[in-house]
């Protein structure tokens, strides 16, 4: 079993940053992939980024490269979505997941909202 917490949400102005921390724990998380995902009002959860446990390992959306960085810090369990140059569109619930393989994420948290105002 493998536990996982967001934190980091927040309101914050168009242009600005952000930075979200997942806290994984539990059964081998160090493994596991590690991703995020948001879901805003009306719409479907959708990806956001992931991150494998071996280095270069990250994926992005396509609507947040060059915008978001996901890392994440194997000996404290822990992963960040640094987000910039944030946009009213990223609004949303965003959601850390943990799992096994790439696309498989069996472990999820509660969720932080990010509000980004215009």
């Known amino acids: 079993q493998v536990q996982v917490v967001e934190s980091g949400g927040g309101l914050v102005q168009a242009g600005g940053s952000l930075r979200l921390s997942c806290a994984a724990s539990?059964?081998?998380?160090?493994?596991?992939?590690m991703a995020w995902f948001r879901q805003a009002p009306g719409k479907e959860r959708e990806f956001v980024a992931a991150?494998?446990?071996?280095?270069?390992?990250?994926r992005y959306a396509e609507s947040v490269k060059g915008r978001f960085t996901i890392a994440r810090d194997n000996a404290k369990n822990m992963v960040f979505l640094q987000m910039s140059s944030l946009k009213p569109e990223d609004t949303a619930v965003y959601y850390c997941?943990?799992?096994?393989?790439?696309?498989?994420?069996?472990?999820w948290g509660q969720g932080t909202q990010v509000t980004v105002s215009s």
């Open positions: 991150i494998g446990p071996s280095v270069g390992s990250s």
């Open positions: 997941a943990a799992g096994p393989s790439v696309g498989r994420y069996d472990y």
């Open positions: 539990g059964r081998t998380p160090r493994t596991y992939d």
